[in-house]
Structure formats: C-alpha cells, structure tokens
C-alpha cells in the first residue's frame, strides 16, 4: 500500500455518474469533474520548526471535497488514486 508523508494524504476518487438522473448516458466529456474521494491513507502530520508535528484534521475513511486541481493522480496495483496535501482539503462530508 501506499504510505504518505507528512500532510499528505491518498484519496480514492468518487466515480462520476455515466447517467442522468433521468436516465440519459453521458460522454466523458459531458460529465463533471468531481471533487469528492474517500481519504484512504494520511501522513504523520506536518513537520514543525521545534520537531514536533500537527496531528492532521482527517481520518482515514472520511469523505471529503477537495480544490479543484488538487494533487498528483497516481496508479497503483491497477487503481487509481490522488495524492493530495491536506491544505487541498476544503471539507469533510458528514
């Protein structure tokens, strides 16, 4: 698996929807982009100047909204995913 550092942290991003609510198939150009994923993995926190680090905001099994254009995309084990630092991070879904 894979494990990141500092306030980084790997999300798995939520599939767009291929239909409509009223049942029409959309291209992949038509779909919107999303901005949601499950935080899979989270770092140790940030770094500090005396040492120490900030314990993160998220947990692991959080859903979250994140900036658009956030992060790296990265295949792993044939699934994708996106490291993100976690001031990317705009909300946590409840």
Same mark, same amino acid.
């Given at each position: 698996?894979?494990?990141?550092?500092?306030?980084? %942290?790997? %999300?798995?991003?939520?599939?767009?929807?291929?239909?409509?609510?009223?049942?029409?198939?959309?291209? @992949?150009?038509?779909?919107?982009?999303?901005?949601?994923?499950?935080?899979?993995? %989270? =770092?140790?926190?940030?770094?500090?100047? @005396? =040492?120490?680090?900030?314990?993160?905001?998220?947990?692991?099994?959080?859903?979250?909204?994140?900036?658009?254009?956030?992060?790296?995309?990265? @295949?792993?084990?044939?699934?994708?995913?996106?490291?993100?630092?976690?001031? @990317?991070?705009?909300?946590? %879904?409840?």
């Amino acid at each position: 698996m894979l494990k990141p550092l500092n306030n980084q %942290i790997i %999300i798995k991003q939520k599939e767009n929807e291929g239909t409509t609510k009223s049942g029409i198939v959309l291209t @992949d150009s038509a779909q919107e982009n999303n901005y949601e994923g499950e935080v899979i993995a %989270i =770092g140790p926190g940030f770094l500090l100047n @005396d =040492g120490s680090r900030k314990k993160p905001e998220v947990n692991v099994g959080d859903y979250v909204i994140y900036k658009n254009y956030a992060g790296t995309k990265v @295949d792993y084990n044939d699934e994708s995913f996106l490291v993100i630092s976690e001031n @990317d991070v705009l909300a946590i %879904i409840e």
